[in-house]
């Protein structure tokens, strides 16, 4: 693996030993989920992609996709 550089954190001189754990697990946390969304593709894109922009984000942010409302009735017809 090549060196990479990550997010970063800052502590005090004050940490206590369980928030420096704390924070090196969090950050290690961050790099796996970073990783992850780098590697996974929707037909053949980065969907998840840690560095689209925030500004193509922001074109889309608006189009969902729900599941339509469904009624008890409806449950039922379905039933054998």
Same mark, same amino acid.
């Given at each position: 693996?090549?060196k990479?550089?990550?997010?970063?954190?800052?502590?005090? %001189? @004050?940490? &206590?030993?369980s928030?420096?754990?704390? &924070?090196?697990w969090?950050?290690?946390?961050? @790099?796996?989920?970073?990783?992850?969304r780098?590697?996974?593709?929707?037909?053949?894109? +980065?969907?998840?992609?840690?560095?689209?922009?925030?500004? %193509?984000?922001?074109?889309? %942010?608006?189009? @969902? *996709?729900?599941?339509?409302l +469904? &009624? *008890?009735? *409806?449950?039922?017809?379905?039933?054998?």
């Amino acid at each position: 693996m090549n060196k990479q550089r990550g997010g970063k954190a800052y502590m005090t %001189a @004050y940490a &206590t030993d369980s928030e420096l754990v704390q &924070t090196v697990w969090g950050l290690y946390q961050s @790099y796996v989920l970073h990783e992850a969304r780098e590697t996974s593709l929707y037909r053949g894109r +980065r969907v998840y992609g840690p560095h689209v922009d925030v500004n %193509a984000l922001w074109e889309v %942010a608006e189009r @969902y *996709d729900i599941r339509p409302l +469904r &009624t *008890d009735s *409806d449950l039922v017809k379905e039933l054998p």
